[in-house]
């Protein structure tokens, strides 16, 4: 319906079906559009459900929330559509997606059947655990994590490294669209941990950094 053919991993990944998902995948792997495909499909297949996308910032969210739009406004789901504004789609069978960014006072209120934290490695740690898993607490709804790696002391590579979570950890050189000669050019023009990290989606440490990378999300304003 979507006139989309994805790629092995990508395959595997839609077809996942587990509760708890952790995609930890390198630069331009398609970790957008496949999670995308996935809000929709839930969204689509079952009535009444909300499906909920947050990220660091809105404009993070928002760059799933378009892909998401794409993709049913130029396929035939556009006809289910009954609703849609910049932040939410709504369809005949009562069923949304929603866009927000990762603040307490406007992610707290709602309850979800499905909550996908895109860029999980750099949100508020208390914001997962304290705002977002209560959501699915009444609903036993799904939550999906993706990222690309940053820093060992945080929920995201906490849930890469939980036994019973459904973890997908793809490299940048799985993507067919990707040549092995830009990736050659990226090792020779980034660090190997910086390689290592964004393109081999791998949790190093650059042992040259002066502050660790959880101090330096520690820093971070997600509302700036």
Not at 119 to 147: K, N, R
Request: proline share 5%; hydrophobic share 40%; with cysteine.
């Amino acid at each position: 319906v979507l006139d989309v053919e994805p790629f092995p991993y990508q395959k595997k990944l839609l077809l996942d079906q587990k509760k708890r998902l952790v995609a930890c995948m390198g630069r331009q792997t398609g970790k957008t559009t496949t999670i995308a495909i996935k809000a929709i499909h839930y969204a689509i297949s079952n009535r009444g459900v909300t499906v909920l996308i947050t990220s660091p910032s809105l404009r993070q969210s928002m760059i799933m929330f378009n892909r998401i739009s794409s993709l049913v406004f130029s396929s035939p789901l556009k006809s289910h559509v009954t609703r849609s504004t910049r932040t939410v789609i709504q369809f005949g069978n009562r069923s949304e997606i929603i866009a927000l960014p990762a603040s307490r006072n406007l992610l707290r209120g709602y309850t979800a059947q499905m909550i996908i934290c895109d860029e999980c490695a750099f949100m508020p740690e208390d914001l997962i655990t304290q705002v977002i898993f209560p959501m699915l607490s009444t609903t036993d709804g799904y939550a999906i994590f993706l990222s690309t790696p940053w820093g060992r002391d945080h929920f995201f590579y906490q849930a890469f490294m939980d036994p019973k979570y459904s973890v997908h950890r793809v490299k940048s050189n799985e993507c067919p669209l990707i040549r092995p000669e830009f990736l050659e050019e990226m090792k020779r023009n980034m660090t190997e941990q910086a390689f290592r990290m964004e393109y081999e989606a791998e949790f190093v440490e650059a042992a040259s950094s002066y502050f660790s990378q959880d101090l330096i999300r520690s820093c971070v304003d997600p509302a700036i």
